[in-house]
């Protein structure tokens, strides 16, 4: 376990250098000069190539990069070319805000999913199971921010019980919870149900029911965790999809998460703090999946890495 965990964190590196290259070739080579963004319209050609040689951009593009990663290497994400304040220091707080909406969304999205997919398994071609079914397809094709703009519609403005938008306390969560974990949640419960009806028809679940266990006994102990493999590969999966997902969902609600920022950034051409985003998206990508791997051999025993 401990080699396996030390090479895939070292398989790490490679992704995240190649993350970086393709991010920083892709912002440099579409239109449009930083330079003349924060200049402005009125600035004079000796102006604007005075800030093209202040933040290195008349360099050319292999030296640009030696120098990002030369300072990505010592922790140094550089500074924003808008606000000139460190990259860190500005996705940081952006960052907290969209970890803890899609952290309340996966959770959510597990509970209420496995719940649903359990319920359906276990009750399969009835009306319970043809009901969560419907539900199900709803929640994946339903787009996020027409969910949300109905949400507001509905219990913000009309009822009144909750803000339609900003950060604050339990009640701020609550809508854009449900707006961003529906996706996931859906896919869970639907990854759920499969996979559980695959392990309820294998010959030792069987045996075990003819022992005369009780079936809760048999779906709890016998069951769910062998059906859980695939459901915690989607869930990890998920974790790209929720982060995705916050772009549209942070804007419905005003949330003043990374996702948002990313896109602002982006149009404002902010090189350094995409990069800084970009960077930081993938790194949590990794490692959840990295976690959600190691906790295979947890799950199920009989998973051994070599």
Do not use: C
Not at 156 to 171: E, I
Not at 184 to 212: C, E, F, H, P
């Amino acid at each position: 376990m401990l080699a396996y965990t030390l090479r895939r964190i070292i398989m790490l590196v490679p992704i995240l250098f190649g993350v970086s290259v393709l991010v920083f070739m892709m912002l440099h080579l579409t239109p449009g000069d930083p330079a003349r963004l924060i200049a402005g319209p009125t600035a004079t050609p000796d102006q604007v190539d005075e800030i093209r040689t202040m933040l290195g951009l008349n360099e050319p593009l292999y030296e640009q990069y030696y120098h990002y990663m030369n300072r990505l290497v010592h922790g140094d994400l550089g500074q924003s070319v808008i606000t000139h304040d460190a990259v860190t220091s500005e996705l940081a707080p952006r960052f907290i805000a969209t970890a803890q909406l899609s952290g309340a969304a996966m959770v959510l999205a597990v509970i209420v999913g496995m719940t649903f997919g359990i319920i359906s398994a276990t009750r399969q071609y009835s009306l319970v199971d043809n009901i969560l079914s419907v539900l199900a397809l709803f929640g994946l094709s339903t787009p996020a921010y027409w969910l949300g703009l109905m949400l507001i519609l509905l219990f913000s403005l009309h009822f009144g019980w909750f803000p339609a938008a900003g950060r604050g306390g339990l009640s701020h969560f609550v809508l854009p919870t449900i707006t961003l974990s529906l996706f996931a949640m859906a896919t869970v419960a639907r990854m759920t149900r499969g996979s559980l009806l695959d392990v309820l028809n294998q010959d030792y679940v069987q045996a075990a029911r003819a022992k005369g266990l009780s079936e809760s006994f048999v779906l709890i102990r016998h069951a769910l965790k062998n059906a859980l493999i695939p459901v915690m590969t989607v869930v990890g999966l998920q974790v790209g999809q929720l982060l995705s997902g916050a772009v549209l969902t942070e804007t419905v609600f005003s949330w003043p998460g990374i996702g948002r920022f990313l896109v602002d950034s982006i149009e404002a051409r902010d090189f350094p703090i995409v990069q800084g985003g970009v960077l930081l998206t993938a790194v949590v990508f990794v490692v959840v999946n990295l976690i959600v791997d190691l906790l295979y051999g947890i799950v199920d025993p009989r998973i051994r890495y070599s």
